[in-house]
């Protein structure tokens, strides 16, 4: 800067004894202040099964407020581990708020102060309207945080006021400036910023009730009079062909599908939950899981599939469920005749609704608590979910469940019917190739086709599989314990050298074939016959 310049500004009364820090480093201030801010928030969700996380209630309220269609892509394509991507973007632009707010803080204090402040009642917002909060500190949280951001922010803008313009300026004026505003001890407080939101963030994780609902969880024994073992060895299963859906899905680990809004999973403490059953009901209840442990369990296998699976996908499962009768607890409520629709409501808020009068057909409708053998798993609804055959999960299937309202069709849509899907979910027949893959190379030879197909509570009739629309031939279905479950079914093929299509379609119990489609999966499921390429060498 020549010597002019800065004559002039030298004698700009207001700016005397005053130093402003570098662009870059105003910014790294404000960014390091909203990531103390924000990890603050981390902190008191680990210290607190109260109070969410700062970082996944603003997740949660972008998935509630995006369209229908733009939230079941996220689902879909952000997968359904805790949607780390919308986790990483909320991350990301606090960061650039915070920044934006550091820079703007040369020009004028208020500037940082106002931003921090709005944070702070966004922050009170979404903690607010996030039904996982079931503490009224949430102002309380927002403050801290927020005031935990802009005092980080203060003492950073401070050391970093070397600005060696004005650092001259100042001695022109002989007014003293900030004699610690040095470049090192912007690196040690930032540093030290840095290292005290990384310990924030990282105790809060550890704390987070995770730890604690699955310790509750292991310590609960479900009482089953069967097991995954013995109803798969009870029945000429299809399990030994390579590559083809178990009949019993897997339950562990990530192996069953999951579908959820929820952007963190509910950790429900199974010592404090309790089911209500309210609405058009004479005797409204309150059931403790210990109630429910004490009742008569029943284990039924039952498929449950997504509305969201599209033709040959994989959003669909097959489980042992334990649990009570839905209509021994309606009994026990005592139902109403108006009562047109169940509607099932999650701890956070979400919720399905079906007509009730569906289970006078018998299927299987639970109150599940135990899945292939275990409680269920935390991500797939502990301690208690519903499990209705025959209907897709989005009209049916709520996890975590809070309360079973009693109400009518006409008063209430569930979640996600004004985001564009049908009101009445029953689940398509459906049939799947799970072998051979999609485009693998095969030798010519003896070659198993196989996969599963579905249509609870219809039962699957007869498979039939065809190549290169030749004639369709039927294949060997593997033996059902029901009606509710799906059938593995396999064609020998003697593969012949050159690229084939094979393809698949399921007749159901009721001699219905599956329809040809093809139609997308909104707004009641996907219709068409699953087809593979393959080449033979
Ligand atoms: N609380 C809650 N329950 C829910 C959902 C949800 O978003 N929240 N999604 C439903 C949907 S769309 C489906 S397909 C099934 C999936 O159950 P799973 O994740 O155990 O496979 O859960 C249902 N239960
Ligand atoms: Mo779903």
């Not at 951001?149 to 950073?156: N, S, W």
């Not at 209500?276 to 109630?291: H, Q, S």
């Amino acid at each position: 800067m020549d010597t002019a310049s800065s004559a002039k500004r030298a004698i700009e009364p207001d700016k005397i004894g005053t130093s402003t820090p570098p662009r870059l480093y105003a910014a790294l201030a404000g960014t390091l202040g909203a990531a103390v801010a924000l990890a603050i928030g981390e902190f008191i969700d680990g210290a607190s099964t109260a109070i969410p996380s700062l970082v996944t209630s603003a997740g949660d309220w972008v998935i509630d407020s995006a369209p229908g269609a733009v939230e079941r892509q996220a689902i879909e394509t952000l997968g359904t581990n805790d949607k780390p991507a919308l986790v990483i973007g909320t991350i990301i632009i606090s960061l650039l708020i915070g920044a934006a707010a550091g820079r703007g803080g040369r020009r004028d204090h208020r500037i940082p102060a106002l931003v921090f402040a709005v944070f702070g009642l966004f922050g009170w917002w979404f903690l607010a309207r996030n039904p996982l909060t079931t503490s009224g500190a949430s102002w309380l949280v927002a403050l801290v945080a927020a005031a935990g951001g802009f005092a980080t922010y203060r003492l950073l803008y401070a050391v970093a006021q070397f600005n060696e313009d004005r650092v001259t300026e100042a001695r022109v004026t002989d007014t003293p400036i900030n004699p610690a505003a040095t470049r090192r001890s912007f690196f040690g407080w930032g540093g030290g910023a840095l290292a005290t939101a990384a310990a924030l963030a990282g105790i809060g994780r550890s704390l987070r009730g995770r730890a604690r609902v699955d310790q509750a969880r292991e310590e609960i024994v479900i009482d089953t009079s069967t097991d995954v073992v013995t109803v798969s060895s009870g029945i000429d299963n299809l399990d030994d062909i390579e590559g083809i859906s178990s009949y019993i899905t897997d339950s562990t680990g990530n192996n069953f599908y999951r579908i959820d809004s929820a952007l963190s999973i509910p950790q429900v403490d199974p010592d404090t939950w309790t089911l209500r059953i309210t609405g058009l009901v004479d005797n409204p209840v309150e059931f403790t899981l210990a109630d429910i442990q004490a009742m008569d369990l029943e284990d039924h296998v039952v498929t449950i599939s997504c509305v969201s699976n599209d033709i040959g996908a994989g959003l669909v499962g097959n489980a042992l469920w334990t649990g009570v009768p839905l209509t021994k607890l309606l009994e026990i409520a005592g139902v109403q005749n108006e009562a047109t629709q169940l509607v099932g409501r999650s701890v956070d808020g979400w919720t399905a609704g079906f007509p009730p009068e569906i289970l006078g057909d018998g299927r299987t409708a639970l109150l599940a608590i135990g899945m292939n053998g275990e409680p269920l798993p935390v991500r797939h609804g502990f301690p208690a979910r519903l499990v209705v055959a025959g209907i897709y999960g989005y009209v049916s299937a709520t996890k975590w469940i809070s309360e079973i309202n009693l109400t009518r069709w006409e008063d209430f849509d569930g979640y996600w019917i004004p985001r564009g899907w049908s009101k009445k979910g029953p689940i398509k027949t459906s049939s799947r190739i799970d072998v051979p893959r999609r485009g693998t190379e095969l030798v010519a030879g003896p070659q198993a086709i196989a996969g599963v197909a579905w249509a609870p509570t219809r039962g699957i009739a007869k498979v039939e599989v065809r190549i290169d629309e030749g004639d369709w031939q039927e294949a060997r279905l593997g033996e059902v314990v029901s009606d509710e479950t799906w059938a593995q079914w396999m064609l020998e093929w003697d593969a012949t050298p050159g690229d084939h299509v094979l393809q698949v379609r399921a007749t159901d119990g009721n001699g219905e074939l599956q329809a040809l489609g093809p139609k997308s999966v909104a707004p009641d499921g996907a219709e068409g016959w699953h087809a593979v390429p393959v080449r033979v060498a």
